[in-house]
């Protein structure tokens, strides 16, 4: 089994690098770490990055997990080969890039990019937001998957995640006490389907939902409280049409041995416990 320590960053493809850097610190509240040509490296915590956005092709996106150890990475390797999953290592460049110490990659069964790094770097200093957003740190990112139970049978047998909570077809899956890092959506493509940062309050959650309707910034789920996590939520939209989410509050499993998934029903009930109804076709009934 493949120890996942933590989520560590997306690297997200676009066609517009300056709109996004624009969408990142005006609007989401990231600080940008650093900036070339070509990559944007925007953070919320005191990580190197958590997201890099690369000009290109749109449809790229890649997710990164972090693991304990080195040789995690070579224990990782022969195990994804043994099942016949491709490996490639990171050459200096590419790690540099990443700005991590080594890494490997691949495609999981959904054939979404997963990066496995060790020793993602990390600062020594705070992290200056340039809007009071609120975010405390990189919360989880959801998943695109066409065949769930394939897909759930690799990240919870191959990867170390455990199931949490089902809605519905849908996954939601801890690696460590948090709740969620990642969630699996049932859906008929690939890759990343949204992106979450956890924010410090409700303040936050309610804050946001008047300024990003100000900003002309469209919302497509929230505010709400989520029955599963019991975290306090707004969805919208990029200008890359990716999902981001804002939340608070998700709950933490501490009764690793004792903890049993619940399966919710796939309504609107599921995904909030308010009324809200989700404008996310993955969330929809
Ligand atoms: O119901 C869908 C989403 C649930 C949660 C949650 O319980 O917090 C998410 O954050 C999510 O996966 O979007
Ligand atoms: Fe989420």
């Excluded at 490996?87 to 700005?99: F, K, L, N, P, S």
């Excluded at 060790?118 to 998957?145: K, M, N, W």
């Excluded at 933490?252 to 619940?262: M, Q, W």
Aim: some cysteine.
């Amino acid at each position: 089994m493949i120890t996942l320590h933590d989520i560590s960053y997306l690297r997200l493809g676009c066609r517009d690098l300056d709109q996004m850097v624009d969408f990142g610190t005006r609007i989401l509240g990231l600080e940008l770490r650093e900036r070339t040509a070509t990559h944007a490296y925007l953070r919320g915590d005191n990580s190197a990055f958590n997201l890099c956005y690369i000009q290109g092709d749109e449809r790229y996106d890649a997710s990164a997990f972090e693991v304990p150890a080195l040789a995690d990475l070579a224990q990782a390797e022969q195990e994804l080969s043994a099942l016949g999953i491709a490996v490639q290592h990171g050459d200096e460049a590419a790690c540099e890039e990443r700005r991590v110490d080594a890494f490997i990659s691949f495609t999981d069964p959904n054939d979404n990019r997963i990066e496995l790094v060790y020793r993602p770097h990390v600062t020594g200093v705070r992290y200056f937001p340039s809007r009071d957003a609120g975010i405390t740190e990189f919360g989880h990112f959801g998943l695109h998957s066409r065949d769930i139970e394939r897909d759930l049978a690799f990240w919870t047998e191959v990867m170390s995640a455990r199931v949490s909570d089902r809605i519905g077809d849908g996954a939601l899956l801890r690696i460590d006490e948090v709740h969620h890092k990642i969630a699996l959506f049932s859906s008929d493509t690939t890759g990343v389907q949204h992106v979450n940062f956890q924010v410090a309050s409700i303040d936050d959650v309610m804050r946001a939902w008047y300024f990003l309707q100000e900003q002309g910034v469209p919302i497509v789920f929230g505010p709400g409280r989520h029955p599963t996590s019991t975290a306090i939520f707004i969805y919208f939209l990029g200008p890359d049409n990716r999902v981001y989410e804002y939340s608070s509050g998700v709950k933490r499993i501490t009764d690793e041995a004792g903890y049993v998934p619940r399966h919710f029903e796939m309504k609107p009930s599921s995904f909030c416990m308010w009324g809200a109804r989700p404008n996310v076709k993955e969330f929809s009934e």
